[in-house]
């Protein structure tokens, strides 16, 4: 068998409203959720399963890969609800995206305060 990534659990302070959030900016379909988790599939079949821990949340650093179709979508998304967002991860170029890797992204933060970079070409 070989090894893929299959589901990580993302803390959040509103898992309903995380789930919202990463479901509308990447054009995903809901998915079957249990007990504490609010869940969200990738279209390669990892799942995203949001939950609300009794402790602060840590901000943790999540990168989606994405067609540079969606990227338009998903840019003009977060232009039109006024998401603050930047080109770097040092958050030194507001309003901005980058043109690394031979494509493009952006950082921004998601309702729970992780930081959420799209990109449009891996880096390797």
Known sequence: MT???NHTIIAAKDRNDSARFFRELLELAEAPSWGPF????LSDGVLLQFAEPPVEIQMQHYAFLIDDE??????????DRGTEHWADPQMRRPGEI???????????????????????????
């Open 70 to 79: 969606l990227f338009d979508r998903a840019y003009r998304r977060l232009c």
């Open 3 to 5: 090894v893929t990534f």
């Open 38 to 41: 609010t869940n969200i599939q």
């Open 98 to 124: 980058n043109n690394e890797h031979g494509g493009r992204g952006v950082y921004f933060k998601d309702p729970a305060g992780h930081a959420i970079e799209l990109i449009t070409r891996p880096y390797l």
